[in-house]
């Protein structure tokens, strides 16, 4: 595995890549990898070649009363878990080079980043449009993939790349979850032993919503309220906020229907979590994937 620092390296490498016919996969990543973002690198490896994993900490994509500091850092650890699933290229760029001095170009997909996420944390997708955009025109993919877990994000930055018409085919893979249900994440390291054990409650609060559905509720209002009664109930959970969706606009729904997400952020002590179950119908009636 070669690893790159420099953007005009990256760019030369790409070329040649798809000069000679191959095509690249990309995997963006903030490293502190975990399963989540292996499974995205296997998903690349089985179609792609090269395939191109990023380990970049956006600073443009955190509030300033967010955690950039704090955020996990292990690069080391995480070259090498890159490189014994055998990817081609680790592009690491610095913050200067992403950024350079008198940098002052951003992105922003109006409407649909103003909602949920981009209400409770203002200028975050600004700041992962621009650099997903950037990290895109630098290497250059065919496929670029993405998790479900940030179900918002996925489709900020879908919506993007179509409005732009953009090369690469953005492609959102199922989310991994740990063995009691709590879906993966870099933060999930910040949870000591209590909290991690209460964070599972964000699965059970979505659990309780299908439950409902499965017995025939469409009413959304009641859908949010059977979650809010399971997250009401642990005490180390601070909601904020908990929402049924439309999956192409999310803007929220009173009535369920064709294809939703029901969408939770929650604090678990000072750790904001953030999960969803997808809901969709079909002849048979309601599918669900969480």
Known sequence: METIHTVEWMKQVAREARGAGRIIGFVPTMGALHEGHLSLVRAAQERCNPVVVSIFVNPKQFGPKEDLEKYPRQFEADRAMLESLGVDYLFAPSVAEMYPPGFSTYVDVERISE????????G??????????????IVGPRLAYFGRKDAQQARVVHKMAADLNLDAEIVICPMVREAD???????NAYLKPEE????????????AAQSEIERGERDTMRLIAAMRRVLDDEPLASTD??????????ETVTRLRRACFLLLAVFIGTTRLIDNLLVEETEEGFRFSL
């Not at 249900?181 to 933060?187: T, V």
């Open 115 to 122: 909602l949920h996420e981009g209400r409770s944390r203002l």
């Open 241 to 250: 906020y908990a929402e049924v969706v439309d999956v192409e606009s999310f």
């Open 124 to 137: 975050h997708f600004r700041g992962v449009t621009t650099v997903v955009l950037k990290l895109l025109e």
């Open 181 to 187: 249900r709590l879906a993966i994440s870099s933060r």
């Open 196 to 207: 991690r054990r209460a964070a599972t409650v964000l699965n059970r609060a979505l659990r």
